[in-house]
């Protein structure tokens, strides 16, 4: 538990580092488009991957439709 608190604490260190470095050099307009860029670009990752998971034939979409069947059965 203790390394992974590190690694997160590295982790954000180095983003504040970085962040800072391309602010300073480049300026805040371009500096929050950069930022945005990768806000996007994580959102469309994350999309990619809840898509993915739920697709038909997973085991979490055979769950959903299992209780949605239940659910549809008990409320009759």
Known sequence: ??????FLVAVVAGVIAVGWVVS????GVLYYLIVGALVVGGG???YGKVRGELAPGT???RRIEAAAK???MRNR
């Open 70 to 72: 239940t659910y549809r």
């Open 24 to 27: 300073s050099l480049l300026g």
């Open 1 to 6: 538990m203790g390394k992974a608190v590190a």
């Open 59 to 61: 085991r979490t979409q």
């Open 44 to 46: 469309l990752w994350l």
